[in-house]
């Protein structure tokens, strides 16, 4: 027998990951947010080749402190700032743990049927807590799943969509080149490489052109359906975002979803990070028109305080998904799914196996309460609100685009706002600026203290402060301006 | 400030997971295998909503034994035999759990540079271990990569096929209705999945015959090219299995991977079973020809003692992988990526984001060491293998297929095998056959004493049993003989 690990010891080594993880946390405001590693740096502190014999695990837990923590961007440090966050919390820890110690494999109802019935309901929960549509809940014709990404949502969404279109064909006789895929310039890369996956090309995807505030300009929607149609093609999918990566825009979704009724498409909503605003009525607005959609997401890991990966992906009609996605061979077959009062997970999603995801949510959803995931997006919003603040206080700093949640976009003006010289000189000065934004955030992230990400916004260049970490407190964000201040000051300096 | 759990709750709630696991597992072998629950019977013991407020934790805890447990199908119980095993292990629960702790998000390298580096070393290790075709290196022009699946290890091969198929112009002209596919008729409904995923539709993929040992045919294969050539078709990508999911049948990989050198075809290995006997000299026989593969992957997670989801996948050419998948937004643009320096696995795989699993991988391979990983191989086939003497013994009972690792599929007899009867009788009789099969392993597994699923092979009805979960020891499988013989017993006597 090899030498498994006995209960014993992992009640020991448990106990101590356990410690340590806590720790870590207690501790994480004293790390730098971002390491200062050169490329290979980490592999160079392992050995080129597996034991051959079993280590003890004093060394394993010790390699924690000496490679992975100052190899690590930490996520969670209260200075994060960058992206979108990607939340986790001790309920989810747990959870995720009691996942792994039961070590099933869900795939189909009968072999984890609480880990599906746990799934459908938490889930149903869920869309209680946003006020989803009713056709979303697996009481009605819908019903909610995990998937690991927003990627995989829209790869999912974009599959169904493609049955849809195809009337059935596209299952047997794949994809044709006339299928077309919508959504707006600002929406994340992920819905591009959904199609691209989907065999739909990346020429027959529709960037359609946004309005001021970043978001989707239904008349050029239209426009682009009409012209497609026009030339024989067949719309297939519209993909409209709740919540832009670059600057969290919201797509109006009820003369959007009024145009899909019209032209007969379907009508994706991914809200990967806003999603989770939805627990808040006064945030509610940003949702107003999702009774025309098919199908929508959001990530719970991203800002609902439960770890990665947990993407909640809800469906109207259920049957059209699993009619997408379904092959049953032989060795799969079982008297519960034959007796079609199951779901099975499988037929919901892209993989075969799956893990029990549903217990970090359901722990998060119960350790929370609706209150607690309240206050939790309340705190980060207000958080975010003031930071806004302080830079519309700033005269050298604008604000780059709305920021109803927790993110904020805002630059160096231009040196030269006031100046009124030629257009190839803007563009001169429309660099040097960008440059300059450019600089400002390498010396804010090179400093340890904080870390935020950019984006280009208009064709300019501009930074993203996003606020969410369950750690971050206003005095992060203050902490975090002062930074960016005493850069710009560094900068203006020369 | 919502209510966060404190370190301090952390460490008290998380000994208590901790142990509460320790306990489950100790109790394991006293648990029906599989629970008696119908259809919405653990749903009804959940309340409808999500609580308005949070709740006490040791409700949580209480839910765990009163929900969760009775409603699982136990597969680290030491008499689980359905399907493939889905290990896990001391280490690997722990490796997650600190995964889950750090809650770092390494969609590209500089997101979480050790999450990466570590990735790519663990990946390099087992190639060794597995003793892999040089190119498939991270050293070499290959890399490995960890996936969710085998599932999505064989789309994510598709994608990289189609690319290099279409040289090129897949990614923006989409899928050809030309491409074509090609696996065994006993390869796993994943591959037909991947296929449709990919929109190259179920017709278009060509299930080779097999031969009496139930592997690829490789004058079919040839046959199929030749016919799809002919006809003006573009043969894109061979899948061949290691390890069928019926009966654990080895494709010929020299032969096809001769003829896929020929014809300019993607060749995919699955192994997402057998891979890991790989780590035993003894039984690399099964990989011979692997370095005519473009990609191979295999699960950790199913027979080598990591928890789901792990699944091992590598490349001959990485450069051709993350072409296919790339997508780079500005707001995910750095320094690292622009420097060609570092992997950014998001390229590498179909989500975005990524949790660092390669933590539980690092922490199982120094636990066992090689050595303890071929111990536990080496223990399920050599408890596989007495399991099919005393089949053998059993004069009521057949082999039904060749079982060169852990996997056995026998059936009773037909009762009248010796009967000369003509045909219609014949397929009566073997109807007969077949419901007395299905008959044994309903009562079997009704015991809750033992779990075993089944398969159909040239047409026949047949029970599998699969040894794999890091507990079983031999008199678990002769307990499960026991209750078969017995079964079998009741069955003649009326
Ligand atoms: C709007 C939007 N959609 C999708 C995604 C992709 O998220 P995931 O990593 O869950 O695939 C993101 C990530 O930031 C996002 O902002
Ligand atoms: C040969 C083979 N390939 C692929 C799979 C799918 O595995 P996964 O759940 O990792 O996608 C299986 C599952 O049993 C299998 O046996």
């Known amino acids: 027998m090899a030498a498994h690990m006995t209960p014993e010891e992992f009640r020991r080594y448990g106990h101590e990951m356990v410690d340590w993880i806590a720790r870590y946390w207690e501790n994480l405001e004293n790390l730098p947010v971002t390491p200062d590693v050169r490329p290979g740096e980490v592999a160079a502190r392992l050995p080129e080749q597996a034991p051959e014999t079993g280590e003890d695990f004093t060394a394993v837990l010790a390699d924690l402190d000496r490679v992975i923590t100052p190899g690590m961007a930490h996520w969670q440090h209260p200075a994060f700032f960058g992206y979108f966050p990607a939340n986790t919390s001790g309920p989810s820890v747990l959870g995720d743990l009691v996942s792994a110690g039961l070590g099933v494999q869900g795939m189909l109802w009968s072999t984890g049927p609480a880990a599906t019935e746990v799934e459908t309901v938490v889930l149903d929960w869920l869309a209680d807590l946003l006020d ?67 065999g739909i090309g990346d020429r027959n995807v529709r960037l359609v052109e946004v309005d001021e505030a970043y978001a989707m300009r239904p008349d050029a929607l239209r426009a682009a359906l ?94 059209e998904l699993v009619q997408a996605l379904t092959v049953l061979p032989e060795y799969l077959r079982n008297a519960a799914t034959e007796s079609g009062e199951v779901i099975d997970y499988r037929d919901w999603q892209v993989p075969l196996g799956r893990r029990f995801r549903a217990l970090k949510l359901w722990f998060v959803l119960r350790w929370y309460g609706a209150e607690g995931l309240r206050e939790h997006i309340r705190s980060g919003v207000a958080t975010a609100q003031r930071f806004a603040e302080w830079v519309r ?43 300059a934004n450019e600089e400002l955030l390498r010396r804010v992230n090179a ?19 996003a606020v969410g970490a369950p750690s971050t407190q206003e005095r992060h964000a203050a902490g975090a301006w002062k930074l960016i201040q005493a850069a710009a000051d560094d900068l203006d300096a020369g």
Chains 1, 2 share one sequence.
Do not use: M
């Open 132 to 198: 989803l549509p009713k056709r979303f809940r697996s009481t009605s014709s819908g019903g909610g799943v995990i998937q690991d990404s927003a990627s995989s949502a829209a790869l999912v969404a974009t599959l169904a969509a493609l049955h849809r279109a195809g009337g059935g064909a596209w299952r047997t006789e794949g994809v044709r080149r006339e299928y077309t895929v919508y959504t707006s310039t600002q929406a994340h890369s992920s819905i591009e490489k959904a199609a691209r996956i989907a």
């Open 226 to 319: 009409d012209a497609d149609r026009a030339e024989g093609r067949i719309p297939a999918l519209v993909v409209a975002t709740i919540g832009t990566t670059s600057t969290t825009a919201v797509d109006p979704l009820p003369e959007i979803g009024e145009i899909c009724r019209e032209y007969g498409v379907w009508l994706h909503i991914d809200a990967a990070y806003a999603g989770a605003a939805a627990v808040c009525p006064e945030l509610r607005w940003s949702h107003a028109g999702l009774e025309y959609a098919d199908s929508y997401c959001f990530d719970p890991h991203k800002w609902l305080l439960t770890g990665f990966d947990c993407d909640a992906f809800w469906v109207a009609d259920r049957a």
């Open 393 to 435: 206080a700033d005269e050298r700093f604008e604000i780059a685009a709305p920021h109803p949640f927790s993110l904020v976009c805002f630059r160096l003006r231009d040196s030269n706002a006031s100046d009124d010289s030629g257009a190839s000189d803007d563009s001169d000065a429309a660099n040097d600026s960008d440059a």
């Open 447 to 465: 400093t340890g203290q904080a870390f935020l990400t950019h984006t280009r916004v208009g064709g300019r260049y501009v930074l993203r402060l």
